[in-house]
C-alpha cells in the first residue's frame, strides 16, 4: 500500500503560492462555482449573487463568503475531509482540483468553513488547527501520513441557521504577522480588481461593444458581484493612458477603439477571442496604468499577469506586450489552468493555441508599434520644418537674427529641414497606401495626424530668399536696433551673442541673449 506522506500538505498549502494574495483568488472562484449551481437550481439570480470579503486588520481576521448552493450536512465531512479529490468538472467548473480551500492554511493560527443548504436548519462547521499543521510540517521527530494529518488537524460542529439560508463561508483567524499582505485592503483591492471575474468599470467607454461582441459571437463573460468590506470591485479599465506627472498623474493617450479577434482550431472550434485597445502606441503604458498589457483570463479569472503572454514568447520583443491593453478569454475546454495558475497545463491544446495566437502577438502587434514610431517621426519632420519656417520668417520681420551669419544657417537649417520633410512625405504616403483597408493602422495614423500633422499655413512652403549680407537694407538684425551704440559696438555685441549661441543650450542661449538685449535697450 502507497504511504502518501505530509510533505503533500505542505505543497499542497505552505509551498504552493509566491504571492499570498492568491488565496483570495481561490476562495473567489469556488465560490463563483458554487454560486453558478445555485442559479443554475433556481435558488437566486445572477443579481442576487454576492461574494463578500471582509477584511479587519485590527483583528488579524478575514472572511470570504458566498451566497451560492452550500453543501449538504450529509456530503459536509466526506467533502471537507477530501484533499485533491474533487468531483468538480475540470472542463467546466473553475476550482476543480479540490486544493484551493487549503491556501490559507499557511497565514493562519485557524481557518474555519462553515455552510448550510437550503432545506435544512443546520450550519456545517470545520475548523483547521492551522498551526498544528505548521508545527508538524517542521517537526523531523512527526511523520504522520498526509491522511493522518489532516483527521489531527481538523475538527467538525455544527449550529442553527434558517431553513432558507445558503452560504459558504471561509474565515482566517488570526492571521500571521508574516502574512501581512492579506490585510492590506488597497494592496487586495487592486490584486482582485485584475484578477477576479468581475464587470468592467462603469466608465470604461468600451465596456458595451466588448459586450455586444461577446454576445453577437455567444461568447459568455462571467461576472459576479465581489465585495470588500461592502464596496463593490470592477477591473479598472479606462479609455485615458496616464503617465506620472507632479505626484500625480496626466493622460498621455487615450484609446481611440478597440479591436477584436477569434482563434479557431482546424475544425472550426473556438479557442480563444479578444479585445485589444487602439491607441497611438507611443511608449510603453507606465506601471500607473494597472491594467496594462494583454490579460491572459479562463472563465474571466486572470491566469498569470501582465507579462504572462511575453514570459511564454509570444512577443518579438519583450518590450512589446506593454504597448498594448487587452484580454485573451481562453475558451477550449482543453485549455486547463495549471495548478499555480500562472498558464495552462502543456498538452496539444495550449500547444495549438500558442501556435494559433502567436502571428498577432509575433508579427502584427509589432508591426503595429513599429509603424506608428515611424508614422510619428515622419510627421514630427514635416512639423519642425513648418515650425523652423514660421519662427524665420517672424525673426526677419522683427530683425531677430543675431547678424547675416545667423539667418544663413537659418536658412541651411531649413533646406536641410526640407529634405527631411520630402522623405517624410514619402513615408507618410507608403504607411497611408499600405495599411489602407488595415482598421486598427487606419486608426493609429489617424490619431497621430490629429497630433503631430503640422497645420495648413501659408508659410510651409516658402523658401526663405538667400542672405545677401549684413548691410542688406531690407533687412534689420537685433543689434541694429541698439540705437545708442555705435556700429562698431553693435558688431561687438553681435559677436557676443554668436559665442553665446555657440556655447549655450538653443533655449538657454536664447533667454540670455534676449535678457541681454532688453537690459542694452533700456
Known sequence: MAIIGKNVIENLTTAMYEDLRIIYREYIQNSADSIDKAIQRGLLSPGEARIEIEIDADKRYVSVRDNGIGIAVADFVRTMSSIADSTKDRTEDKGFRGIGRLGGISSCKALKFSCSVRGEETVSICIWDAQMVRDILVDGQQNPSAGELVDMATSYDQGSCDADDHFFLVELIDIEHSSAELLDERNVREYLQSVAPIPYATGFTFKSKIAEFAQKNGFTIDEYQVFINGDRLF?????????PHNHSKKAYDELSDVAFEIFKDADDEVLAWMWYGVSKFEKQIPVINPMRGIRLRKANIQIGDENTFSTHGFYKEPRGCLYFVGEVFAVGKNLIPNARRDYFNLNDTCRLFESTLRPLFYDTFYTVYHRANEYKKALQ???ELQATQQEHSQKVASGGFIDAEDQAASEKK??????????AAKTIETREQKEATDHVLGRVYSALRSDYAPSRDDTAD????PSTGY?????SYMTQSLT????????LISRIYSILKAILPRDTAEIVISKIQEELSK
Open 484 to 491: 545708442k551704440y555705435n556700429r562698431r559696438e553693435q558688431k
Open 381 to 383: 519632420r514635416q512639423a
Open 414 to 423: 531649413i533646406e536641410e529641414l526640407k529634405k527631411a520633410a520630402e522623405k
Open 235 to 243: 477591473k479598472p479599465y479606462s479609455r485615458k493612458l496616464y503617465e
Open 462 to 465: 516658402e523658401t526663405p530668399p
Open 471 to 475: 548691410a542688406e537694407k531690407s533687412k
